[in-house]
């Protein structure tokens, strides 16, 4: 790990005053970027130290939604009274993720910010362009087990890591952040980007842009949503698929739908033209397997994850049958 400078500001204003594009990084948990720094995977030269900014509330707004202050740890989220009523989508997903310790230090802004966990990506010695940009990607024809079946480039292969971000893609909440020309808020469908002939962006912020909170929308869901992931073992684990699914029904008929998968691509997917077709239909295991099929009709499998279809389709059907009779912890 290289020297850095540290530095502490006390205001979100102060914060993206000092940052600039010569190495300088936003650090608050650091439950990703210190395992990047020990793996000389990124080499910041200034740390800007962000978890003394006033940005760790949970609270209502006015419209009835939720705003979520970027330094709300994993767990406080999780467990906080407003989510567990009214989103227990998000609860659900973010208890599914890494491990209690984790989610102690973890913040949400953070986890909007989680790098790849590509096997490549992380190894310096070879190449990745991700990390080196036209330097290849070696895990189009090497081990692909966990990579993406959906949404991937010649560039670029690996999958975004959160269950958190599932969530709040099904969810449609926005980003709120801060930068030095000022403040803007960000759809979530439009947060994260698929990796097309620039894998090293991995999101749509400017260099010297704070996430400063996340917005949810009025619930609408809390009755018939449910999270499910699908990994190699029972917990710690990255997920292979993951499902994240909420219904609004007017007896066994769909009224709304929404349906977000991790594990599969670059950014949380969502296609709403498999939802709205969906919509004005009874919840029946033929329409659910419809639905699922079409949301994998563009999957391109590489040499050792083709079984991640089959695995989608399944958990797409059991994720929207759980939601339907109530969801389960």
């Known amino acids: 790990m290289k020297t850095f400078a540290y530095e502490k500001p006390a205001t979100p204003e102060a914060a993206v005053k ?4 010569s190495g300088a990084k936003f ?9 990047l720094m020990k793996e000389n995977v990124a080499r910041p030269e200034h740390l800007i130290d962000i978890t003394g900014l ?54 949400t802004g953070g986890n909007l910010l989680q790098r790849t966990r590509c096997y490549y990506f992380y190894d310096s010695n070879v ?8 330097s290849g990607c ?20 690996a999958t975004h890591p959160s269950d958190m971000c599932v969530a709040l893609a099904a969810l449609e909440a926005v980003v709120h952040v801060q930068g030095r020309a000022g403040k803007r808020s960000i759809e979530f469908a439009d947060f994260h980007r698929l990796p097309e002939d620039s894998p090293e962006r991995d999101n749509q912020l400017a260099d010297d842009e704070l996430i400063t909170a996340v917005e949810l929308p009025p619930a609408r ?5 449910h999270y499910l992931k699908i990994r190699d073992r029972a917990s710690y684990a990255f997920a292979l698929v993951s499902v994240a699914a909420a219904l609004e029904l007017d007896g066994d008929v769909i009224s709304d ?34 639905a699922a099929d079409a949301m994998l009709r563009d999957a391109q499998p590489l040499a050792h994850n083709a079984f991640k279809i089959k695995l989608a389709r399944r958990a797409i059907v059991r994720a929207l049958s759980d939601a339907a009779v109530g969801g389960k912890v």
């Open 18 to 21: 000092d940052i600039d594009t």
């Open 27 to 35: 650090i608050a948990g650091g439950t990703n970027l210190l395992d």
């Open 54 to 107: 006033p940005l760790k509330e949970v609270r209502q707004t006015e419209s009835g939604g939720v705003m979520i202050g970027a330094l709300v740890s994993n767990a406080d989220l999780a467990w906080h009274p407003l989510i567990e009523s009214r989103y227990p989508l998000l609860s659900q997903a973010v208890l599914a993720g890494a491990s209690p310790q984790l989610r102690n230090m973890a913040s």
């Open 127 to 134: 190449p990745c362009n991700k990390r080196e940009p036209g």
């Open 138 to 157: 070696p895990a189009k024809d090497g081990l692909n087990r966990i990579h993406a079946i959906l949404g991937a480039s010649d560039q670029c292969v």
């Open 221 to 225: 869901f809390a009755g018939h949503s």
């Open 257 to 290: 739908v929404r349906l977000a998968l991790g594990g599969v691509a670059h950014k949380p997917w969502r296609d709403k033209a498999v939802e709205q077709s969906l919509i004005g239909k009874q919840v029946s295991r033929e329409n659910l397997v419809a």
